[in-house]
């Protein structure tokens, strides 16, 4: 009787042994893994931001939505934008832009050539463009102007004030009217740079 009290006690202890060892061993824990992971992360991060930051900086589209800007662009020619050249310096005669005609936040992107910049007195006449008292210079081969609307005469652009007209002159809607007149900063989206399909 003693002796299977003893089997039994020690059979107990046993059990109580294997279930509560204070004593084992911990897991240790691999850094080299958590390193790859970590660096993989790491890399996966940086190479989404690069992503998006090109893709805001370069990949906004505006549709070229008329013929106000043929031959240079066909209508449903799909523009891609440049946002951030506008914010290390400042917009230049002939660059093409695209932008929201007198802060209409509903309205949908237009898109002009810049042709008078701040400071510049510009007006038309006889259907030619005069910018600072000469002859504006063309690189592009375009009509005689039909209507110069409010540039009939002499207007002399103010701090942040634009003047854009489309190539297609005679089938634009430019600065020469009331519904668009000048373009300030603000209203600029960016300079179009390439147009899709390439």
């Known amino acids: 009787m003693l002796l299977s009290n ?3 006690f020690s059979r ?4 109580r042994n294997d279930g509560l060892n204070f004593n084992r061993r911990r897991k240790k824990i691999n850094f080299d893994k958590l390193k790859v992971v970590f660096i993989f992360a790491l890399e996966v991060a940086i190479t989404v931001s690069l992503a998006y930051g090109v893709v805001e ?6 549709e070229c939505s008329n ?11 799909i523009l891609l934008i440049n946002t951030i050249v506008y914010k290390l310096g400042k917009p230049k005669a002939g660059d093409v832009i695209a932008f929201k005609p007198k802060s209409n936040v509903n309205a949908s992107f237009s898109v002009k050539r810049i042709i008078a ?3 510049d007195t510009i007006y038309i006449n006889n259907g030619r463009i005069y910018l600072n008292d000469e002859l504006y210079k063309e690189n592009l081969d375009v009509e005689r102007i039909d209507n110069p609307g409010i540039a009939a005469t002499p207007i002399t652009l103010l701090d942040d004030q634009y ?10 809607e430019d600065s020469r009217y009331e519904s668009v ?13 390439a147009k899709y399909p390439f």
Do not use: C
């Open 6 to 8: 003893i089997n039994l």
């Open 12 to 15: 107990f202890t046993h059990r």
């Open 57 to 62: 900086a370069f990949g906004k589209q505006v």
């Open 67 to 77: 013929a106000s800007m043929e031959p240079t662009y066909q209508t449903t020619d």
């Open 117 to 119: 910049t701040p400071g």
């Open 163 to 172: 003047f854009v007209l489309g190539d297609n002159r005679n089938s634009s």
């Open 181 to 193: 007149g000048f373009v300030s900063s603000e209203d600029i989206l960016g300079k179009v740079w």
